[in-house]
Antibody, heavy 123, light 106 residues
Framework: QVHLVESGGGVVQPGGSLRLSCAAS????????MHWVRQAPGKGLEWVAFIRHGGSHQYYGDSVRGRFTISRDNLKNTLYLQMNSLRVEDTALYYCGKDAKTGQNSGWYVDYWGQGTLVTVSS | DIQMTQSPSSLSASVGDRVTITCRAS??????LNWYQQKPGKAPKLLISAASSLQSGVPSSFSGSGSGTDFALTISNLQPEDFATYYC?????????FGPGTRVDI
C-alpha cells in the first residue's frame, strides 16, 4: 500500500533554512506528481508546492515562491522541500502528498498523504 | 489567484442528520473541485474529486454536486465517524487553493 513518511522538521530561527524529505513506497514514484501541503497550528490547509512526475516542472504557492524549492529523486523514491529565508508564519505541519493521477495528466490533488513533519520557526 | 469560500464555518448536527456544506469559487472552475475530510491529529482524506466523483471506499452517504462557481458536499445520515472538518479545493488553475474549512461537530 502507499506509504509516505516525512522527515526533517524541527525548530529553526527566522531567516534560517531547513530541508524536508518524504520517503515514498508502495507505488511507482516516478509515475506520479507530488505535492507539499502545510497546516499551521489550528488553521486550515495551504498548498505549498507541486512537482511533475519527471521533475521537469515545479509550481509554488504565492507565500513561498522564491524561498522554497521542491525537488525529487526518482531513483531514491524521495521528495524534498528546501526551505530558505524561513519566517515565523511558515510554522506548520508539512505534509507530502501523492498526486491522484499518473504521468502528464496530473490531477493536481492528493489521494494519499503522509502524517506530516512539524516545522517551527521561532527565535 | 482563485479564492475559495465555505459556509458555514462550523455546524452542529446529530447522528442521522442530513448535512450540506457549500463551497464557492471566486471565478468559474468548471468541475475542478475536490473535497477532503480531516479528523483531529490526522492527515486529510480525499472524499470526492471532480465535484461529484466519490473515491473508492468512501461511503455512499457522501455526495458532491455543482459546477462553475457553486458546489456542495452533502452527508446523508450522519454517522459518529463523520464528525470532522471538511475542506474544498480547486484545481482549475495553479496555485491550488483550499477553502477555509467547515467543522462538523455534535
Amino acid at each position: 500500500q502507499v506509504h509516505l513518511v516525512e522527515s526533517g522538521g524541527g525548530v529553526v530561527q527566522p531567516g534560517g533554512s531547513l530541508r524536508l524529505s518524504c520517503a515514498a513506497s508502495g507505488f511507482t514514484f516516478s509515475d506520479y506528481a507530488m505535492h507539499w501541503v502545510r497546516q499551521a497550528p489550528g488553521k486550515g490547509l495551504e498548498w505549498v508546492a507541486f512537482i511533475r512526475h519527471g521533475g521537469s516542472h515545479q509550481y509554488y504557492g504565492d507565500s513561498v515562491r522564491g524561498r522554497f524549492t521542491i525537488s525529487r529523486d526518482n531513483l531514491k523514491n524521495t521528495l524534498y522541500l528546501q526551505m530558505n529565508s524561513l519566517r515565523v508564519e511558515d510554522t506548520a505541519l508539512y505534509y507530502c502528498g501523492k498526486d491522484a493521477k499518473t504521468g502528464q495528466n496530473s490531477g493536481w490533488y492528493v489521494d494519499y498523504w503522509g502524517q506530516g513533519t512539524l516545522v517551527t520557526v521561532s527565535s | 489567484d482563485i479564492q475559495m469560500t465555505q459556509s458555514p464555518s462550523s455546524l452542529s448536527a446529530s447522528v442521522g442528520d442530513r448535512v450540506t456544506i457549500t463551497c464557492r469559487a471566486s471565478q468559474s472552475i468548471s468541475n475542478y473541485l475536490n473535497w477532503y475530510q480531516q479528523k483531529p491529529g490526522k492527515a486529510p482524506k480525499l472524499l470526492i474529486s471532480a465535484a461529484s466523483s466519490l473515491q473508492s471506499g468512501v461511503p455512499s452517504s457522501f455526495s458532491g454536486s455543482g459546477s462553475g462557481t457553486d458546489f456542495a458536499l452533502t452527508i446523508s445520515n450522519l454517522q459518529p465517524e463523520d464528525f470532522a472538518t471538511y475542506y474544498c479545493q480547486q484545481t482549475y488553475a495553479p496555485p491550488v487553493t483550499f477553502g477555509p474549512g467547515t467543522r462538523v461537530d455534535i
